[in-house]
């Protein structure tokens, strides 16, 4: 059962306009790109996004990628370092709203899932928030990396999967944390464009739960399925950099997605029992526009079941993993959730693979 979402977001704020401002600036102000930046910018339904990078406001002196008049490409360990520190505040943050929240016992979270594909420390994020948080020494633990925008919802899995397995479960603390803003890259490519104008940071944890004597459970998690597509890693690729990661975005994605991962997500409901038509809800990661609107085309799906995706898209931009909790908690708070209702959350990931996970409102 999953119990509860609780979120955190770093404090600088970017509006797309600001930010396709700044980036044709770093990218010394090349024609084909900053058309190519702006197209982005007014067809990429976001607002604004959040980061951890002080280069998104002007008031601060902080920079992160200048100082003063003279541009600063850090390495790949100098971003690591910030990865650390925000990772750590950012989760810290949101597990301590996640338990204020739900007022339950420390020493019951039987097991923590930690979630990223944008840094990497050791001891790492979940040995921080054992120690933090005062947890069980003997906590089971179970780190997902480097699994891309999908990531979370293979944590949903390995939730359900533990839960499953062993009767000794109790309460499972899961945290995605994403800091996308430590990555970006000024070569005036396409790839590099499409994701400085795409991705942003965020934090979630979610808490599940066996017992429900004094937790009041929102959704039930029933199943989940994954599927790896054939010859599909020129779609989207994730790599490790001397100068922060490097990524490979086809703008055949959302093509893709209409035509061979839709159908394939109307067979895995078909094989679960289901219908399209008996998903409720819908949370649907936001990876961009042009991919939600893909899905809404392919799925038939209204506005109203569109809308939970593209509020996050807009407010958020795309937090890779973090994303989907982020959806999963704005249906949560907005929609009007009836008993046995069914909700389905899909995102994909570098392969390209998508990953399946079905709720009933509890």
């Known amino acids: 059962m999953l119990i509860d979402i609780a979120t955190a977001s770093p404090p600088f704020k970017i509006t797309q306009q600001r930010a396709a401002d700044e980036l044709k600036k770093r990218m010394k102000e090349s024609v084909t790109a900053g058309r190519l930046i702006d197209a982005i910018a007014l067809h990429s339904g976001i607002k604004q996004r959040q980061v951890v990078i002080p280069d998104a406001e002007d008031s601060s002196e902080e920079k992160f990628y200048s100082a003063g008049l003279i541009e600063l490409i850090p390495d790949t360990k100098t971003r690591m370092v910030e990865y650390e520190k925000w990772a750590k505040r950012l989760g810290k943050e949101a597990v301590t709203n996640l338990f204020a929240n739900n007022k339950i016992s420390q020493d019951s979270i039987s097991r923590i899932i930690t979630i990223s594909c944008t840094g990497f420390f050791a001891p790492g994020l979940d040995y921080y928030l054992i120690e933090e948080f005062e947890l069980s020494r003997d906590i089971k633990r179970t780190n997902i990396g480097f699994m ?42 396409k790839d590099n464009i499409l994701a400085n104008m795409l991705f942003a940071d965020g934090c979630a944890a979610a808490l599940f739960s066996a017992s429900f004597s004094t937790l009041k459970p929102k959704l039930a998690l029933f199943n989940t399925a994954s599927f790896l597509f054939d010859n599909s890693d020129k779609y989207m690729d994730w790599k490790i950099g001397n100068v922060g990661f490097e990524m490979i975005l086809s703008h055949e994605l959302p093509k893709i997605i209409l035509e061979e991962a839709v159908p394939r997500l109307n067979k895995i409901l078909s094989d679960f029992g289901f219908k399209k038509q008996d998903i409720t809800h819908w949370a649907l990661h936001p990876g961009g526009r042009a991919i939600l609107d893909s899905l809404q085309k392919g799925l038939n799906l209204t506005d109203e079941q569109m809308n939970p995706s593209r509020t996050v898209l807009e407010n958020f931009g795309n937090m890779s993993s973090a994303s989907i909790l982020f959806v999963i908690k704005e249906i949560l708070n907005s929609a009007e959730l009836k008993r046995d209702e069914l909700l389905c959350a899909t995102a994909f990931g570098p392969g390209l693979t998508m990953e399946v996970a079905l709720f009933k409102v509890a």
């Open 148 to 189: 891309g925008c999908a990531a979370s919802v293979i944590g949903f899995d390995s939730a359900f999967e533990s839960f499953k397995s062993s009767s000794d479960e109790q309460n499972i603390l899961l945290v995605s944390v994403e800091i996308c803003s430590l990555h970006v890259q000024f070569a005036p490519t």
